[in-house]
């Protein structure tokens, strides 16, 4: 290959082998994984733990926990609409689905497999209460 030809083939642009492929995939959903529990757990925690009428201070006032549900989106913006919201995230899941088995990079494989758990998480919660229980 000619220097005229390597520049127009940067080496992020050749074919990755197919090993290294799959570690990448396979990094990237196992990070999803990672997510989906961490967020999963710390929801079973704080509904264990917190109530909605009691806050626990961390930093005084300025930070604290208390339970809080939400039945629309960002301030309970849409309420009537949660069926949209529970397709959002699918949506974004199964498009970091795919994005994975495409990765080629490493910071892509933990960006995609960090917001494909984010959304898978997201959707679970959703489409388990059907809108009722969101988090």
């Given at each position: 290959?000619?220097?005229?030809?390597?520049?127009?083939?940067?080496?992020?642009?050749?074919?990755?082998?197919?090993?290294?492929?799959?570690?990448?995939?396979?990094?990237?959903?196992?990070?999803?994984?990672?997510?989906?529990?961490?967020?999963?757990?710390?929801?079973?925690?704080?509904?264990?733990?917190?109530?909605?009428r009691e806050r626990i201070p961390l930093i005084g006032d300025l930070l604290g926990l208390q339970l809080a549900y939400n039945p629309g989106a960002a301030f309970s913006f849409g309420e009537g609409f949660t069926w949209v919201f529970a397709l959002l995230p699918v949506?974004?899941?199964?498009?970091?689905?795919?994005?994975?088995?495409?990765?080629?990079?490493?910071?892509?494989?933990?960006?995609?497999?960090?917001?494909?758990?984010?959304?898978?998480?997201?959707?679970?919660?959703?489409?388990?209460?059907?809108?009722?229980?969101?988090?």
């Amino acid at each position: 290959m000619t220097s005229s030809q390597s520049e127009a083939h940067p080496p992020a642009a050749r074919k990755l082998s197919s090993a290294r492929r799959r570690q990448l995939t396979g990094g990237a959903l196992l990070i999803a994984v990672v997510v989906v529990l961490i967020d999963q757990g710390t929801k079973v925690w704080a509904e264990a733990t917190l109530t909605e009428r009691e806050r626990i201070p961390l930093i005084g006032d300025l930070l604290g926990l208390q339970l809080a549900y939400n039945p629309g989106a960002a301030f309970s913006f849409g309420e009537g609409f949660t069926w949209v919201f529970a397709l959002l995230p699918v949506a974004a899941t199964v498009t970091g689905i795919v994005f994975a088995f495409r990765v080629q990079r490493v910071g892509w494989a933990i960006v995609i497999g960090a917001l494909g758990g984010a959304a898978a998480s997201h959707a679970g919660d959703r489409l388990a209460s059907h809108g009722m229980r969101d988090s």
